[in-house]
């Protein structure tokens, strides 16, 4: 399988309908945080597929092909990265690769689901087996680039699963002052995972900072709250 069968795939399954839709979905109008994206049209389900089928292609094509104009192209990219590290049979120095290579495209892993569909299964099962590198999260919270703090919030998903919370916690501190909404959605979901596990973590963390939290934030990390509950920290009486 090559990179030129898997663009001639994907250009059969273009939609012009379904690509208009996304095209207004993910925001790539002047301005928006997508601007400039295109799309074919593709599920993401029709995308897994074809990472699947194509997962044999080298990091030099995936290379190319992440550097594509068109969105669904790039998620193939990252389905196939996702698809490879976390196959039993790839080896650690492959991984490590994998890891690197991740790091080095993230200005191509330019929207919300290119970045939740991989920072956790990718750089955050990584950073858990290796804690001497987490220093890299920080790193990305700091970022100027939306994509990249995004990307430090929902990596530690992964830490999440494993119960552990405490780098979820410093990077959500470090993004409560950040500007846009995607930042504000992004760690009150991760804040959410955590209180789905451990309420009472959830809740000391968000009784010392609920009150300077955008809005959005709080709003997601409490959704599963009793509604009393959530009241009072709508409220700011918690």
């Known amino acids: 399988m090559s990179l030129s069968q898997l663009r001639a795939e994907m ?4 939609n012009p309908a379904k690509a208009k839709i996304l095209s207004g979905f993910f925001k790539t109008g002047i301005g928006e945080y997508g601007e400039g994206d295109e799309f074919f049209g593709i599920t993401v389900p029709e995308s897994r597929k074809i990472a699947k089928k194509y997962s044999n292609l080298t990091l030099e094509e995936l290379s190319e092909l992440i550097k594509s104009k068109v969105h669904e192209e790039r998620l193939c990219a990252i389905l196939i990265l996702v698809e490879e590290y976390k196959n039993k049979k790839t ?13 080095k495209n993230t200005k191509y892993i330019n929207n919300w689901d290119l970045v939740d569909l991989s920072a956790h299964y990718i750089l955050g099962e990584w950073l ?6 987490k220093k890299i999260l920080a790193s990305l919270a700091k970022s100027n680039d939306l994509w990249e703090k995004r990307i430090s919030t929902i990596s530690t998903f992964y830490f999440i699963r494993k119960e552990s919370f405490e780098d979820t916690f410093k990077i959500s501190k470090m993004l409560l002052a950040d500007s846009h909404d995607l930042i504000h959605k992004a760690v009150g979901w991760m804040l ?3 209180g789905k596990r451990n309420l ?4 000391e963390f968000l009784l010392k900072y609920y009150k300077k939290m955008p809005r959005t934030m709080l709003r997601y990390a409490i959704e599963k709250f009793p509604e009393k509950k959530r009241q009072n920290y709508l409220k700011g009486k918690a």
């Not at 250009?11 to 273009?14: A, D, N, P």
């Not at 858990?128 to 590198?133: D, G, L, S, V």
């Not at 009472?200 to 809740?203: D, I, T």
Request: glycine share 0%.
């Open 91 to 103: 080896s650690e120095e492959k991984r490590l690769a994998i890891k690197e290579f991740y790091l």
């Open 192 to 194: 959410r995972e955590v």
């Open 200 to 203: 009472k973590s959830e809740e």
């Open 11 to 14: 250009l059969s399954l273009k």
């Open 128 to 133: 858990y087996r290796n804690p001497n590198e």
